[in-house]
């Protein structure tokens, strides 16, 4: 009888230097899980900028990567309930956690992101998510 595995692959990947800082395999598919265990067993949250894409939203890693002296922009779905405001750079807060949020538009693609990067300039947080989409991981 065949029986199939459930695995995976979680990568923390440096778009600065373009190389891999990390990669791990799991036997679940939670990446949002995977994402914050990878992060305690290499201790790498202080003082880095994680970049993530839609499906990590999460108030646990957030919180997680806010707590241990790390920064995170996260591109959030276009119906999040935090897309609220008409202005394109506001501030939040989600269930006791302080966000910023920055909205831009690429030809017809909207770009919602949250962040607790609350003092860099809007150019900035916005770049640093198109090196992510730009670097393909």
């Known amino acids: 009888k065949n029986k199939s595995i459930t695995a995976l692959n979680i990568g923390i990947?440096?778009?600065?230097?373009?190389?891999p800082l990390t990669l791990e395999i799991v036997n679940h598919k939670n990446e949002r899980k995977s994402f914050i265990d990878v992060?305690?067993?290499?201790d790498i949250t202080n003082n880095n900028i994680f970049v993530l894409d839609r499906g990590f939203f999460s108030e646990a890693l957030f919180k997680y990567v806010n707590?241990?002296?790390g920064?995170?922009?996260?591109?959030?779905?276009n119906n999040t309930l935090l897309n609220n405001n008409t202005a394109n750079d506001y501030m939040v807060n989600y269930n006791g956690l302080n966000m910023r949020i920055i909205k831009?538009?690429?030809?017809d693609s909207d770009y919602i992101l949250a962040t607790n990067l609350m003092n860099t300039e809007y150019e900035t947080i916005k770049n640093l998510y198109l090196k992510r989409r730009r670097s393909n991981c």
């Not at 831009?104 to 030809?107: A, G, S």
Request: charged share 30%.
């Open 71 to 77: 920064y995170f922009v996260c591109r959030l779905r």
């Open 67 to 69: 707590n241990n002296s």
């Open 104 to 107: 831009y538009k690429i030809k």
């Open 39 to 42: 992060l305690e067993k290499h």
């Open 13 to 19: 990947y440096n778009v600065t230097r373009g190389s």
